[in-house]
């Protein structure tokens, strides 16, 4: 571990059948097709300099990253329900089928664009289950907690009900095989199927506890704030979302930085909780889309896009999986 600091930050997302992996110039996805070929999409970061000057201001840097993340994570999202269960060739075809939407919005539901509409529905029901339980719990400092515990119990409970489907099982197993990369490169370990599937499927940096943190963070927010009357309370919380999101990823970030350190490592801890829902054990097929995702993420980011159009052209020469370049 004593090398982590020096190594670049890289981050990722689950799919269906494959994992996206972003560094700091780009993003790769790498998939597994229904003949079982690998394709493979590339979409470059690109940032106005306003952007880029907002990501580096503390409570706001997260906002402009979570959409930054949602632009650039349905892209690859599309990309990968579009392709997966189709034979090279053969993408135009059956784009509007019904089942097909279904399956991008069942995974959308676990990804950040859902996250963003989710947080509005997770912010102000649990408001309205409290205020039916005022005649016991009355009050301002019990009515926050009776809402933070309302709105934890309907996190978990929503996470595990989708986790029991098989399609979101599957896209839970690219996550777990997601932060196995992540630890085993992080630990500076041959990126091998044995070595990977030896590391944790869980990783402080994930998504999943920065939206634990969103629950406990806000908590501790909505004190600050009135809570009565009702009318009020729920203008605060639609009000005070961008605040709770930029505190948020600063704990997240927080809890990233002092993961190695006694005591403080515990921080983290709840979030590495919440991911025992959201990403399971991987099998090694899974876990090779994974490698290879990172393996090329990390060739792009090392000799640009050259590389994917020199691979490309290779591709197109044997007759084997095509790497769309999107500019």
């Not at 690109?46 to 949602?70: D, H, M, T, W, Y």
Request: with cysteine; aromatic share 10%.
């Amino acid at each position: 571990m004593a090398k982590e600091q020096q190594a670049p930050a890289y981050g990722g997302q689950a799919l269906v059948e494959g994992v996206m992996f972003g560094g700091k110039e780009h993003t790769v996805t790498a998939i597994r097709r229904k003949d079982d070929s690998i394709d493979y999409f590339h979409l470059p970061k690109k940032q106005n300099s306003v952007a880029k000057k907002l990501k580096k201001i503390p409570f706001i840097r997260g906002i402009v990253a979570l959409i930054e993340s949602a632009g650039i994570g349905s892209r690859h999202l599309t990309f990968s329900s579009d392709r997966y269960d189709v034979m090279p060739g053969e993408e135009v075809e059956d784009e509007k089928e019904p089942s097909k939407l279904a399956m991008i919005l069942g995974v959308a539901a676990v990804g950040v664009l859902s996250f963003l509409f989710s947080k509005f529905v997770f912010t102000l029901v649990p408001v309205f289950l409290a205020e039916l339980f005022t005649f016991i719990a009355p009050g301002k400092t019990a009515q926050i907690l009776l809402e933070s515990l309302f709105k934890l119990l309907l996190l978990l409970g929503y996470l595990a009900v989708i986790s029991m489907t098989p399609f979101i099982k599957r896209v839970f197993q690219y996550h777990g095989a997601e932060h196995k990369v992540i630890n085993a490169y992080e630990n500076n370990l041959p990126l091998t199927v044995e070595n990977i599937q030896a590391q944790s499927r869980l990783h402080y940096r994930c998504g999943s506890s920065f939206i634990l943190f969103t629950v406990i963070v806000g908590m501790f927010i909505y004190f600050l704030v009135p809570a009565d009357p009702l009318w009020l309370r729920l203008v605060n919380r639609i009000l005070l979302i961008p605040v709770v999101l930029g505190v948020s990823f600063e704990v997240l970030q927080l809890t990233n930085a002092v993961r190695n350190i006694p005591v403080l490592k515990y921080l983290g801890y709840p979030g590495l909780w919440l991911q025992l829902l959201t990403t399971k054990e991987p099998d090694d097929e899974q876990v090779e889309v994974a490698i290879l995702s990172f393996e090329k993420l990390l060739e792009v980011e090392k000799h640009g896009v050259a590389a994917l159009e020199k691979e490309k052209a290779t591709d197109e020469d044997t007759d084997t999986s095509a790497i769309p370049v999107q500019g």
